[in-house]
């Protein structure tokens, strides 16, 4: 749950420093209902995407910490 809110929290400050430079650069025009709801499709559809992406990159940084850390003893003596 905290790793969605944190991309729906980044998702809105992105967009909204996107939106700043565009009418700074730009001169684009002010809407702020259009803007609003591109946010909001936007948050929806990161969300989704970390739903699905985040329990893989769980399970393989779970795999790759047990790769390292098993210990590799050598039972050869020479």
Do not use: C, H, W
């Not at 996107?18 to 002010?30: D, F, N, S, T």
């Not at 909001?40 to 390292?68: A, C, D, H, T, W």
């Amino acid at each position: 749950m905290t790793i969605m809110v944190i991309v729906m929290g980044m998702t809105i400050v992105y967009e909204f420093i996107l939106y700043l430079l565009q009418i700074i650069l730009l001169a684009v025009k002010i809407d702020i209902l259009p803007f609003l709801k591109i946010v909001g499709i936007e948050m929806l559809y990161n969300m989704m995407i970390v739903i699905i992406i985040y329990p893989i990159i769980q399970s393989l940084g779970k795999l790759i910490e047990r790769v390292f850390k098993e210990k590799k003893t050598l039972t050869k003596y020479f």
